[in-house]
């Protein structure tokens, strides 16, 4: 499988940006997906996920109601709309699908990631 990811980049406080990850060698339909990020110095932390069937999500306490997990099967490819970002929310940001996997899915659980893209908020 191979991952491309985009959109991450330089924002202030307050502003939005949308990453996208598209996904190759396999069908993204059968997969849960999740969004992971690691502040400089700090362990990997779980920020969403999305069911591979129904559409059930679940987001991080840091990030509910600021950021929306989306996929696009047709296209392949999974999306993590980042609205009001903070400086806390500097990261890298890692995709990553489960097969068969559910909303409930972790780092753990995970079958295959991407390289990960750098997001950092600053003023």
């Known amino acids: 499988l191979q991952f491309v990811e985009s959109g991450g980049g330089l924002v202030q406080p307050g502003e939005s940006l949308r990453l996208s990850c598209v996904v190759s060698g396999d069908v993204l339909d059968y997969y849960a997906i999740g969004w992971f990020r690691q502040a400089p110095g700090k362990a990997r932390e779980w920020v969403s996920c999305?069911?591979?069937?129904?559409?059930?999500?679940d987001y991080a306490h840091s990030v509910k109601g600021r950021f929306t997990i989306s996929r696009d099967n047709a296209k392949s490819t999974m999306y993590l709309q980042m609205n009001s970002l903070k400086p806390e929310d500097t990261g890298v940001y890692y995709c990553?699908?489960?097969?068969?996997?559910?909303?409930?899915?972790?780092?753990?659980?995970?079958?295959?990631w991407g390289k990960g893209i750098l997001v950092t908020v600053s003023s």
């Open positions: 990553a699908i489960d097969l068969w996997g559910s909303e409930m899915s972790r780092a753990q659980d995970m079958d295959h």
């Open positions: 999305m069911t591979y069937v129904g559409g059930g999500t």
